[in-house]
Nanobody, 128 residues
Framework: QVHLVESGGGSVQAGGSLRLSCVQS??????????LAWFRQPPGKEREVVAA????????PYADSVKGRFTISYDNSKKTLLLNMNNLKPEDTAVYYC???????????????????WGQGTQVTVSS
């Protein structure tokens, strides 16, 4: 069973930066096509994808709303998924979730149901 533990959420003023972390356990080191992703759910809205990556690199697609501001990466040595968020905007306010799955491809990276494993979520609040 894959287990995900998040940290790094908090409150920041517009224009500031935060880094979210998600430590994973349970993904075999030999499994080269495991996807890890960040989703977010703004208050009163549906869950939406932020970015995705694969444990061995592959591609790193981003939602249009965060391109140029957010960077997703995976540190294999630390088993940690990272999301570096710069130039934060009030519309970035949301609960952020990390997710994992072993059958994610270019046609499903943005679909929540493609990811069977999820973290607990961490709140990011950006004030004006």
């Amino acid at each position: 069973q894959v287990h995900l533990v998040e940290s790094g959420g908090g409150s920041v003023q517009a224009g500031g930066s935060l880094r979210l972390s998600c430590v994973q356990s349970g993904i075999p080191d030999s499994h080269t096509y495991y996807a890890l992703a960040w989703f977010r759910q703004p208050p009163g809205k549906e869950r939406e994808v932020v970015a995705a990556t694969w444990t061995t690199g592959f591609t790193r697609p981003y939602a249009d709303s965060v391109k140029g501001r957010f960077t997703i990466s995976y540190d294999n040595s630390k088993k940690t998924l990272l999301l570096n968020m710069n130039n934060l905007k009030p519309e970035d306010t949301a609960v952020y979730y990390c997710a994992a799955g072993d059958a994610v491809n270019g046609g499903s990276w943005y679909v929540p149901s493609a990811y069977p494993f999820w973290g607990q979520g961490t709140q990011v609040t950006v004030s004006s």
